[in-house]
């Protein structure tokens, strides 16, 4: 035979081995059926192959798989499973949708295999929360509220009853990066913590990180609650709402361009205050917030979007102390499709906190707040089905207002004041790699570098051997220290620097679909910094930015945990260890005054704190009866050692318990659904008391009782438990057009516990006698909402 004939013979048959073998990629979004919104962390799974991905936050995926035929099994939480037989011969973009699940009793909805791919998957410390599973939780007055609900999760508590924020493994609220559609909130609470700032009708997805945190967040040490909006419908106009005690809400959303834009606008207020001036009370107190969405589909590589949120909250007492509080965002993003393969989104955000006080009887106003201005690019590279990269940059400019007094009018003796304004400015870069090793080992890596730069303009106090707190020997107390000069600083001139390396790792093994094991550890850097003198957020917060005195918060945490999957899913367990340490930990000495203190140095030591615990959650997925058993065995310290061998430090430099630490967390989640008409929910929540410092004696000084505090957090208020029940009623439950209705029944702490959010220590007038008082809150509330939509 000719050899040229043989050596074509041999190129064509190679050619055709390597077409043969030769890798191909499907991709494209998924979305509801009917509301058209993209879906975030759909998983997609291939049985032939055994290889499966999930969506992005904006509901793309990509897989590179051999040409040839196969099944797609596509599942997520709270819509039905989908599947579908493909022939793949080329690169080709497939968008999926897909429905709801139906709210019949008889329907068995498939979740083995989303549960394989998330038991492999290297994420751990991570709870996510659907808001269907939201909206079916009993809560105060009937309104459905976010933040109540992921406090029934393991590792979060409350800082009290009525109190805003959460604590995620024993770290402070002010150590948790809140993002609503990528913008930082600074303060999640409407109301004081009654209610929190989340519409839930105009909420999408959310996702708590306590652990393993991915090194595209940065800027806490706790946690990450991370919220994205809905995008709003562009196929049809629908509208949503509900009306309850003392607040109500309305959501309207509808194509601009049908099938290319759409637009989402949500509002929400309370008048529980009107109820008050019928009863020709003085004192009222109310919130509203508003939430936007614009959406453009420019073509089919190409996405903008334009959010926004705008929030008040208004109390004011007896006309002599009026508060003015909120937050407020605006976010245009820019979504780019490069290839089948690379994904990139834009963003330039702007964030605003506001606070205000109007003080009659001093006869002065006060505002404060921060802003923000936050520019990132984020890239998401589908390398291959076992590796995957996310990159990016960041850069944010912080401008500080810690207060400014103005008189309220010239009688007063009021002296206008502007507390030195304070910016600064924090780039930032990031590389996530998360790659599948083998068939059960999965590992998550990356590492995200983090800059600082404190900015003048501003007049820099200089303090002999640089300490702003000086000891004295004599009464055996820190004192502020006098400064012996100022630096000043020009307009965007450094006046300190820092950067830190923050490495992130994760890896998951498991031993078969059911079980598995998962490690992981992550550093985090914080350069902002909350003044308050409690334990939760309140509008009377002050941040600051790192500097030569504030150094910047500095964690490492470790986390083990074991995963199960029960009778086919039926059931999971989840039971994970960590441990956290923490340096230049703030902390006050004894008599600090935080308000209207232009010079904070001058009351705050630097300290360190660690927290570790064991979390156990058990869910039940499928059935009538439906939810989890929560439990959380923790420990959270800190400590404050003296500078030098002369000096105590704070509680005589020895480990105490933060106002944070509960050593019991214990929730119980439930719900039942009779029939199609009724369904019902119950919580059960029972944590050990809130640290706390009592008098341990009294001296009398000038005819007046003071008195005498021990060391410090050494006391605990009464263990907080409550039960919470709730009700819903679907008069037409197969109605699926036109005007359809519900009505939620609640009952808020159904036994009529009083929980201690406070006591006081005081001398009763006629006996003389020192007695405790106990302030609480809340006892029983009911509550009745309706809510409808069309």
């Known amino acids: 035979m000719n050899i040229k004939i043989v050596i074509t013979l041999f190129i064509i048959m190679f050619i055709n081995t390597i077409h043969s073998q030769e890798k191909i990629t499907i991709s494209g979004t998924i979305k509801d059926i009917n509301s058209t919104e993209t879906l975030i962390g759909v998983n997609i799974y291939i049985p032939q192959l055994k290889i499966g991905t999930s969506t992005n936050t904006y509901g793309f995926y990509s897989l590179t798989i051999p040409s040839g035929n ?54 751990m410390s991570i709870n996510k929360l659907s808001i269907q599973a939201i909206k079916q939780m009993p809560v105060v007055l009937g309104e459905v509220d976010i933040i109540k609900s992921i406090l029934q999760l393991p590792g979060v508590t ?7 924020g959460f604590n995620v493994r024993g770290g402070s609220a002010s150590q948790n990066l809140v993002l609503l559609d990528e913008a930082t909130i600074y303060n999640t609470s409407h109301l004081f913590g009654f209610f929190s700032i989340f519409n839930s009708d105009a909420i999408k997805d959310l996702k708590l990180y ?39 809400r309305l959501m309207a959303e509808g194509p601009i361009e049908k099938g290319k834009s759409s637009f989402l606008i949500a509002g929400r207020g309370s008048y529980g205050h009107l109820f008050l001036k019928l009863a020709n009370n003085k004192n009222s107190a109310y919130f509203y917030d508003l939430n936007t969405k614009l959406n453009y589909e420019l073509n089919e590589n190409n996405n903008l979007f334009l959010s926004g949120y705008f929030g008040r909250d208004f109390f ?42 109007k003080l009659d009887f001093f006869g002065f106003n006060w505002n404060s707040g921060i802003k923000n201005f936050n520019l990132k690019y984020d890239l998401k590279h589908y390398l291959s089905n076992s590796t995957k990269l996310t990159y990016g940059i960041n850069a944010q400019y912080y401008n500080f207002n810690p207060g400014k007094i103005e008189p309220i009018d010239n009688s007063s003796g009021i002296v206008e004041q502007q507390l030195d304004k304070k910016y600064a400015f924090e780039p930032s870069a990031y590389l996530d790699i998360e790659q599948k090793v083998t068939t059960n080992l999965s590992i998550n890596y990356g ?38 000069g100022t630096k000043y600083y020009g307009k965007n001139k450094t006046i300190a620097s820092f950067g830190n390396f923050e490495p992130r790792v994760a890896m998951a093994y498991s031993l078969n679909d059911k079980n598995s094991f998962k490690v992981s550890y992550n550093r985090m850097a914080q350069y902002l910094h909350l003044i308050s003198n409690t334990s939760s957020p309140t509008p009377l917060d002050i941040w600051s930015p790192s500097d030569d005195f504030f150094k ?69 997925n499928e059935g009538r009866l439906s939810g989890w058993i929560s439990y959380t065995l923790s420990r959270s310290e800190q400590q404050t050692p003296g500078r030098n061998a002369n000096e105590p430090g704070i509680n005589d430099g020895k480990w105490y318990k933060t106002g944070f630490d509960k050593l019991h967390n214990l929730s119980v989640t439930a719900t039942y659904k009779q029939s199609d008409k009724w369904s019902f929910g119950s919580i059960f929540s029972l944590q050990s ?10 001296y009398e000084y000038g005819g007046i009782i003071v008195p005498s505090f021990g060391l410090r957090n050494e006391n605990r208020l009464p263990a ?32 009529n516990r009083l929980n201690a959010a406070s006591i006081n220590f005081r001398q009763n007038a006629d006996t003389g006698t020192n007695e405790a008082v106990k302030f609480s809150i809340f006892g029983i509330v009911p509550g009745v909402t309706y809510n409808f939509k069309f």
């Open 70 to 123: 196969y099944t797609m099994q596509i599942s997520s939480l709270g819509y039905q499973y989908f599947e579908e037989n493909i022939s793949l011969s080329e690169s080709i973009k497939k968008d999926f949708n897909l429905i709801e699940e139906s709210q019949t009793l008889e329907e068995v909805i498939i979740t083995e295999n989303r549960k394989k791919i998330d038991i492999k998957k290297p994420e």
């Open 158 to 164: 409350s800082a009290g009853e009525g109190q805003s």
């Open 210 to 248: 306590k652990g393993g945190i991915p090194a595209r967040f940065g800027g806490r040490l706790s946690s990450v609650l991370d919220i994205y909006q809905k995008e709003g419908n562009k196929e049809q106009f629908k509208f949503s709402g509900g009306i309850g005690i003392i607040s109500s």
């Open 316 to 357: 004011n007492f007896n006309g002599g102390f009026a508060n003015t509080y909120g937050n407020s965002f605006v976010n245009v993003r820019w979504n780019h499709l490069f290839s089948d393969k690379i994904f990139s989104n834009l963003s330039l955000i702007y964030s605003d906190y506001y606070y205000g006080l």
């Open 447 to 484: 590492l995200r570098y983090s800059m600082f730069y404190r900015l003048g303009e501003q007049n820099v106090n200089v303090y002999q051997n640089n300490q702003a707190v000086i000891y004295n020997d004599e009464f055996e107390i820190y004192e502020n220290a006098t400064p012996i």
């Open 552 to 620: 910047p918060q500095i964690l490492d945490q470790y986390a083990l945990g074991f995963f199960r999957n029960i009778r086919n899913d039926s059931y999971s367990l989840e039971i994970e260890a960590f441990f956290k340490k923490a340096k230049n930990i703030v902390n006050y000495i004894d008599g600090a005054e935080l308000v209207a203190n232009n010079d904070l140095e001058q009351i705050i030591l630097n300290g360190k704190a660690r927290s570790y615990g064991l979390e156990m959650l058990l869910r039940k």
């Open 689 to 698: 008391g809130q640290p706390i410092t009592f008098p341990d004696g009294q």
């Open 720 to 751: 907080y438990h409550h039960l919470d029940i709730s009700a819903t009623y679907t008069p037409k439950p197969k109605k699926q057009k036109g005007w359809q209705g519900e009505w939620v029944f609640s009952v808020y702490n159904i036994y």
